[in-house]
């Protein structure tokens, strides 16, 4: 029950989520981090933000920073993320052929 209490508060599928390396900013350091993740659209992901997504054909989410987003008039957002300690963009670890990440392969942002 208490899960399914935070994924509503939350509006996250996954509230909490344990880190699984260390050393992306001051946001989480250490391996075994908890962090609270929130899905609100009152919140829009911006650069800067650190968010767990899903890549498919990957079981593990993955937790990285925004460092580009490609909005269109439309309102249609398209993220592209990176861990901190790496040199190049996260486009490697994304499916074959995806170059951007979408809102619906956002599970949530990272609550400092």
Do not use: C
Not at 9 to 27: C, D, M, R, V, W
Not at 49 to 56: C, S, Y
Not at 77 to 84: A, S, Y
């Amino acid at each position: 029950m208490t899960w399914k209490s935070l994924m509503v508060l939350t509006n996250s599928t996954n509230p909490i989520i344990i880190t699984l390396s260390g050393g992306n900013g001051p946001a989480f350091n250490q391996r075994g981090d908890l962090l609270l993740l929130t899905n609100y659209h009152s919140e829009p992901v911006r650069v800067g933000d650190i968010v767990a997504f899903r890549v498919k054909g990957r079981d593990i989410p993955i937790i990285h920073r925004v460092i580009r987003l490609h909005e269109k008039s439309d309102g249609y957002i398209k993220f592209l993320t990176k861990h901190d300690a790496n040199q190049v963009d996260d486009r490697g670890l994304y499916a074959e052929g995806q170059l951007w990440l979408e809102k619906k392969d956002i599970i949530g942002k990272v609550k400092r």
